[in-house]
């Protein structure tokens, strides 16, 4: 969970030009990346920490830059709390899904290796950059976690059974080469 505590939400209201497309798509994967979730078309809010107020002050200026318009606003849900959070929530499970399911393709390729007696350091220094960044997505989705969503604990086990899988793989690379093989 966010070590900073959400203190109401923080609502962003943009406009980016027609054309070229990309700036809207631009504005969309990082307002994805974020993790926000839109109330509706250019209404994209997250929990208020001063990590996202700032993130959402930079954003709010590259609209600006691509001549848009966006206002950021500090907001307390009067009406409708519970379905804007568990929107959230939704949001943030789906990412650890997406994690859990990542996992379950790394797992398959590290058991792909022990079937066909491939054990070399190429193929586990691919591994370990593979796992590397699930660690790190995992990390981001946490950090933007900020209501502790139930998704969270099957994604660090699945990630868990990873590094499990890919030590032991690294025991048989290095059992081969003792071996001279």
Not at 50 to 74: C, N
Not at 82 to 96: L, M
Not at 123 to 137: A, G, I, P, Q, Y
Not at 151 to 177: I, T
Request: with cysteine.
């Amino acid at each position: 969970m966010n070590e900073e505590s959400p203190q109401g939400w923080l609502v962003l209201v943009y406009r980016v030009p027609p054309d070229p497309t990309r700036l809207r798509a631009t504005v969309w994967r990082r307002i994805k990346s974020l993790g926000a979730i839109y109330l509706q078309n250019s209404v994209a809010a997250l929990p208020a920490t001063p990590a996202t107020e700032r993130a959402l002050r930079k954003l709010r200026r590259e609209i600006l830059d691509m001549q848009g318009t966006a206002v950021l606003i500090s907001a307390a849900v009067l009406a409708g709390e519970t379905e804007v959070r568990n929107a959230f929530q939704a949001a943030r499970n789906d990412e650890y899904e997406e994690i859990v399911d990542r996992c379950q393709d790394f797992l398959q390729q590290v058991q792909k290796e022990y079937t066909a007696n491939h054990y070399s350091y190429a193929e586990l220094e691919e591994n370990e950059v593979d796992l590397v960044k699930l660690r790190n997505w995992l990390a981001k989705v946490a950090d933007r976690d900020a209501f502790g969503a139930d998704g969270r604990p099957p994604a660090e086990k699945a990630l868990a059974e990873c590094e499990q899988s890919l030590e032991a793989y690294a025991a048989r690379v290095y059992a081969e080469e003792a071996e001279g093989h």
